[in-house]
């Protein structure tokens, strides 16, 4: 008997899955057809449809979007962890983010997903010593998104930036696996110092809206820092964290604060 290979999306249930709920919403919304058609059912994986999608939202009167596509493919032909990553991210999403009740949204609709996948062509093109062509990415990200994420910035899987509004992550930032975080957080600085100068985020934070992280200071694993917090200060692992300047209030309340996405203090304060 001969054996056929199967189609990738028959081998990536993440893709299969994606697939089917587009063609569930063009039977719902057949207005919304030609772009689905187009962003998703077009395409043969996920890698593929990332780069349709981010040359889109990315091009420009400076850069096309046909450039910003070769771009892209040749990342995701070159890096396969970049295709992993985008899985990881739209699981995170769609687990965490209660708005989110499709693996569709994120890739059509949420520009905190969007936004990291530019962010990690930018920084694979950064590692190739792409520099300007990095900084090029970084620049429409944030002209198109309003998130600003020096390509240099290590960012691990598993990301979900919930809204994604005025999120900045600075040059020699890193954050690990499973982290979530709201709209307007700040990895930055402290002043015009030079070198690794910015916030190293453990696996499975949550930082809330607003907070600012500033300095090179870890903050530890499964912690929480609340909404509208400035920390100075290395953050335990498993603490939470609150105020202006930040102090520790209390345990993280949970193993796993960045998947539960409980904000609340309880009276901790």
């Known amino acids: 008997m001969v054996q056929t290979t199967p189609k990738i999306a028959e081998i990536d249930?993440?893709?299969?899955?994606i697939c089917d709920e587009a063609r569930d919403a063009i039977t719902t919304e057949p207005l919304l057809g030609g772009m689905i058609?187009?962003?998703v059912l077009h395409h043969k994986s996920l890698e593929r449809a990332l780069s349709f999608r981010m040359s889109q939202k990315l091009a420009s009167a400076?850069?096309?979007?046909?450039?910003?596509?070769e771009i892209a493919d040749e990342a995701y032909r070159a890096e396969p962890s970049l295709g992993e990553a985008a899985r990881a991210d739209i699981v995170a999403v769609f687990e965490r983010d209660p708005a989110c009740h499709r693996f569709l949204q994120p890739l059509l609709y949420f520009k905190g997903f969007q936004a990291i996948q530019a962010y990690r062509v930018g920084h694979w093109l950064w590692e190739q010593g792409r520099n300007d062509l990095a900084y090029f990415f970084q620049m429409r990200v944030s002209e198109v998104f309003g998130i600003d994420v020096h390509p240099a910035a290590k960012i691990g899987k598993g990301i979900m930036i919930d809204h994604a509004h005025s999120i900045v992550i600075g040059e020699t930032a890193v954050v690990g696996d499973n982290v979530s975080m709201l709209h307007s957080v700040t990895l930055g600085g402290t002043g015009k110092e030079d070198d690794d100068r910015h916030p190293k985020i453990a696996d499975g934070v949550l930082i809330g809206a607003g907070a600012k992280v500033l300095g090179?200071?870890?903050?530890?694993?499964?912690?929480?820092?609340?909404?509208?917090?400035?920390?100075?200060?290395?953050?335990?692992?498993?603490?939470?964290?609150?105020?202006?300047?930040?102090?520790?209030?209390?345990?993280?309340?949970?193993?796993?604060?960045?998947?539960t996405m409980d904000q609340l203090l309880s009276g901790e304060i």
């Open 13 to 17: 249930p993440v893709w299969r899955r």
């Open 37 to 39: 058609h187009g962003t």
């Open 62 to 69: 400076e850069m096309s979007e046909q450039i910003l596509r």
């Open 216 to 259: 090179n200071i870890t903050v530890g694993h499964c912690s929480r820092i609340a909404a509208g917090s400035v920390v100075l200060e290395a953050v335990p692992p498993m603490k939470t964290v609150a105020g202006v300047p930040a102090k520790i209030v209390g345990e993280a309340g949970c193993s796993q604060p960045s998947i």
